[in-house]
């Protein structure tokens, strides 16, 4: 497998301070590309919710595993 040519870019600005034309900027930027840098900037994304969602999930799962053969 050979790496893509293409090179993402990134926007590392403060939310808060984003005006309504970088967001436009961001969205043209975003909306130019093609199908596989969409498909490869979603997998990227849904990574990144794992990483930071999935540790609290399994404390939960196991909190409550504890919880239900504690009150049996």
């Given at each position: 497998?050979s790496?893509?040519?293409?090179?993402?870019?990134?926007y590392r600005?403060?939310p808060?301070k984003?005006q309504e034309?970088?967001?436009?900027a961001?969205?043209?930027?975003y909306?130019t590309?093609?199908?596989?840098?969409h498909r490869?900037?979603?997998r990227?994304l849904?990574?990144?919710?794992?990483?930071?969602l999935?540790?609290?999930v399994?404390?939960?799962y196991l909190?409550?595993?504890?919880?239900?053969?504690?009150l049996?």
């Amino acid at each position: 497998m050979s790496k893509p040519t293409e090179s993402l870019t990134e926007y590392r600005t403060n939310p808060r301070k984003i005006q309504e034309s970088d967001q436009d900027a961001i969205y043209q930027a975003y909306v130019t590309q093609s199908p596989e840098v969409h498909r490869k900037m979603t997998r990227q994304l849904l990574r990144k919710m794992d990483v930071y969602l999935l540790p609290f999930v399994v404390v939960m799962y196991l909190l409550n595993f504890l919880d239900r053969k504690n009150l049996s």
